[in-house]
């Protein structure tokens, strides 16, 4: 039996198996023929363990489940993988920058997507600051 094959499906039953999801469900593959995923949905609103293993799966548009999470502020404490990227370069980290929702220790301000943006970049298009950050040492002294 082949473990890691997509179970393709409708997108009201994508919704409906996030919706039913108990603790030890494995099928994180299930997914509309747009690729979103059980995953994708859970991540909307649920913080997902730090151990979770799909954090790198797709839709049809290389958007991750990491990708959601950043984007709804659900990626859990101690999350690293902000170099998971679609295929444009554009990382977790740009999007957690985009949105706030960088974790105090992160320090790879310096990851750049395909167009030459950092995440400090979107972090100071999308958070007002009267000052625009230019030095790791300056982020060392922000509350966050």
Same mark, same amino acid.
């Given at each position: ?63 991750? /489940? &990491?990708?959601? *999470?950043?984007?709804? +502020?659900?990626? !859990?404490?101690? $999350?690293? %993988? @902000?170099?998971?990227? #679609? =295929?444009?370069?554009?990382? /977790? &980290?740009?999007? *957690?920058?985009?949105? +706030?929702?960088? !974790?105090?220790? $992160?320090? %790879? @301000?310096?990851?750049? #997507? =395909?167009?030459?943006?950092? /995440? ?19 982020? #060392?002294?922000?509350?966050?």
């Amino acid at each position: 039996m082949e473990t890691n094959k997509v179970i393709v499906v409708s997108q009201d039953t994508v919704y409906a198996v996030a919706e039913n999801v108990y603790k030890g469900f494995n099928n994180w593959r299930v997914m509309s023929e747009t690729g979103w995923s059980v995953a994708h949905v859970i991540a909307l609103d649920t913080i997902l363990p730090l151990d979770f293993e799909w954090w790198a799966l797709e839709d049809a548009e290389c958007w991750t /489940v &990491a990708h959601v *999470a950043a984007d709804y +502020g659900t990626l !859990p404490d101690g $999350f690293n %993988q @902000w170099t998971i990227a #679609d =295929e444009r370069g554009f990382s /977790v &980290a740009h999007m *957690a920058a985009i949105k +706030g929702n960088l !974790p105090e220790e $992160f320090d %790879q @301000w310096e990851l750049m #997507d =395909e167009n030459g943006l950092t /995440v400090r970049d979107e972090y100071n298009k999308y958070n007002s600051l009267s000052t625009e950050l230019d030095s790791s040492e300056f982020f #060392d002294n922000i509350p966050f």
